[in-house]
């Protein structure tokens, strides 16, 4: 009687999972083997089924699987919430490099390194966010994004200013368009970049052309009331502001007759000192930048200088450079000078070959005279020129600072001041006979006032003495009066503001009540004019309280006060088009820097909070389009 053979049953499947039923009941097919592997069981049942798993082939093909994961890790549904997950978390990785200053370059380690130390997280495991991919979600969808956002704010917006500015790269001239304004709801006075473009030149008309172009494509030109820019006849024209071809004058014929046009501020201040220092028979910016020089890339020379140091018992500090177009750079040189002045003077008198220029300043007896006076003056505009470049400076705080620099020069001159180690080093000189030397510097410093005075009095005459003063209550440094508020309303009215004086007036007066409040409150006191406004309309929330005194703010703070902010964006093209990025396309740097600048205060962690709560922001990075 033959043998009764054994047949796969339901139970060896439940004991050998890695099998299920074969061609026919004898047999058993392997999942893990490659296709068509099946098993006789006929004969030993089980035991087949066990010595199969031992063979060499079973065992690499195990080892196969282990190394290689499923489809359903490498594929995800469409609109489940782990695919909103991955999306978010790559814009965000994306958005991380920017933030950060990495290479794109670095994003094609970093998405294998996530999988590799997060291997238990599935949206680690999905996200796949190289180079390409990183630089076309920043080009393609997230500065886009910024801008787009700047453009919603403003619909509801009356009024903003623009700025704008050259940079060159090489032979490639970058300019800015950054637009200022006022948004009660976001923390107040708002500076965003709307875009950054290159152009063929820097003539007038091509920049009017290209601000217009850019505001009338976004459809807010007829909003924009301020231009600023650096004092340039390019941008101004000159002294007087004619009409002829500058971008001011071209801008308010093409956008607004009644265009506010401001010079930047520190701007002027630099220019003053020296227009001032050129009266100086030493002239302390070359004496500064020829020294700096002289020692900048010689090794020997630095390692003398400071057995100099040591013997005349100064410590030793390396130069500092000074750049005529960095407006805070020469007091920290001068006063760096002054405290090598000692080992430097031993130095250069004990050289053999010193520079002709060098070599005079250090022999005139004057020399540590003019520059001690030059660090006293200096530390006057320095204070003043920082704070003026401060973000979130309305023209309030710039006009008081002008006003503080006047009043400093006119008291300086009227008073004949002297600092103290200026007249101690003159009387030093005077006993050691060189009376007529410190007469002729004593001549020079009465000249050098008078010539930063005039200077200041006629570049300042549009801010401090033009109509835009009936805006200085708006300080809210004191309660306002309505004989100053009705100044402004008559100013805004004239330039085709509709301002209702009656409903103004019972605004101010709520307004009068609350600076009341806050008189003893010294955060508030110390606050910037457009922080108090944004505390007041967020005090009172229901706009009928408040709406002409709005209008006003909002035309008002959307003046620039300076032209800082676009120094700032040069600032951020020049840290991203490095040697060792000078690949980046014109549109890479483009978007690196709107991105950059306009969620300049959005961490990553807010930024991926922001991109899980907008599904259409979600669609744009997972669509193929972000390529084209």
Not at 314 to 332: A, D, E, G, I, M
Not at 497 to 526: H, W
Not at 605 to 620: E, Q, R, T, W
Request: negative net charge.
């Amino acid at each position: 009687m033959p043998k009764r053979k054994c047949q796969f049953t339901d139970e060896l499947q439940r004991n050998f999972p890695a099998f299920r039923k074969g061609r026919t009941k004898w047999e058993a097919l392997c999942t893990v083997c490659s296709a068509g592997t099946h098993v006789s069981v006929a004969h030993r049942g089980a035991l087949d089924l066990e010595h199969h798993l031992k063979t060499a082939k079973h065992q690499k093909s195990v080892r196969a699987v282990e190394n290689s994961g499923n489809l359903s890790e490498y594929f995800i549904q469409p609109g489940s919430q782990i695919q909103s997950n991955v999306t978010a978390g790559e814009g965000t990785l994306a958005f991380h490099t920017v933030k950060h200053h990495f290479s794109y370059l670095s994003m094609d380690c970093t998405a294998g390194l996530m999988k590799q130390i997060c291997s238990d997280s599935e949206i680690a495991r999905k996200i796949t966010c190289a180079r390409t991919k990183t630089e076309a979600i920043v080009n393609s969808v997230i500065a886009p994004h910024s801008v787009e956002m700047v453009m919603a704010a403003m619909s509801s917006i009356s009024h903003f200013g623009v700025s704008t500015d050259a940079s060159n790269h090489g032979s490639v001239k970058m300019f800015p368009l950054l637009i200022q304004y006022f948004d009660w709801k976001c923390e107040g006075l708002q500076t965003k970049v709307i875009d950054l473009h290159n152009l063929t030149d820097e003539t007038a008309a091509t920049i009017a052309s290209y601000i217009t172009g850019i505001l009338e494509d976004a459809e807010i030109i007829q909003k924009c009331v301020a231009f600023s820019g650096d004092n340039c006849n390019t941008n101004f024209g000159g002294l007087r502001r004619g009409d002829g071809n500058n971008v001011f004058a071209n801008l308010k014929r093409s956008i607004n007759p009644n265009l506010i046009g401001i010079g930047c501020p520190a701007h002027i201040l630099n220019n003053c000192i020296q227009h001032g220092a050129d009266r100086l028979s030493v002239d302390i910016d070359s004496i500064v930048l020829k020294i700096f020089n002289f020692f900048s890339i010689y090794t020997v020379r630095t390692e003398a200088l400071k057995e100099f140091a040591e013997f005349v018992e100064v410590q030793y500090r390396p130069l500092l450079y000074h750049s005529k177009t960095r407006w805070l750079s020469l007091f920290p040189a001068v006063e760096r000078l002054l405290d090598m002045y000692p080992a430097l003077a031993a130095y250069f008198r004990s050289h053999e070959k010193c520079p002709v220029t060098i070599e005079r300043f250090f022999d005139n007896e004057m020399s540590e005279v003019y520059l001690w006076f030059i660090h006293s003056l200096m530390s006057a505009f320095h204070c003043h020129i920082a704070s003026i470049e401060r973000e979130g400076n309305s023209l309030v705080e710039v006009m008081e600072h002008l006003e503080s620099v006047m009043g400093v020069l006119t008291q300086r001159k009227e008073q004949n001041f002297m600092p103290i180690k200026v007249n101690e080093i003159l009387a030093q000189k005077a006993d050691a006979g060189f009376e007529d030397e410190c007469k002729v510097f004593k001549d020079e410093v009465s000249d050098l006032y008078t010539t930063c005075i005039q200077y200041l009095e006629a570049w300042t005459r549009d801010i401090l003495d033009g109509e835009l003063t009936s805006f200085k209550w708006m300080s809210l440094n004191e309660v306002p009066d309505w004989n100053n508020v009705e100044a402004t309303v008559k100013y805004l009215i004239g330039i085709g503001l509709g301002i209702a004086d009656d409903k103004c007036f019972d605004q101010l007066c709520n307004l009068q009540a609350f600076c009341k409040d806050k008189a003893e409150d010294v955060g508030f006191r110390d606050a910037l004019a457009h922080q108090k406004w944004y505390l007041y309309f967020t005090h009172r929330k229901n706009m009928e309280l408040f709406s002409e005194l709005l209008k006003i703010a909002e035309f008002f703070f959307a003046i620039p006060s300076h032209n800082a902010n676009v120094e700032r964006v040069f600032s951020l093209i020049q840290s991203q088009w490095t040697k060792e990025r000078n690949r980046l396309s014109i549109d890479s740097v483009r978007a690196i820097v709107i991105t950059k600048y306009n969620f300049s205060d959005m961490t990553c962690s807010d930024f991926h909070k922001h991109l899980l709560a907008s599904p259409s922001l979600l669609m744009k990075i997972r669509s193929s389009e972000k390529y084209a």
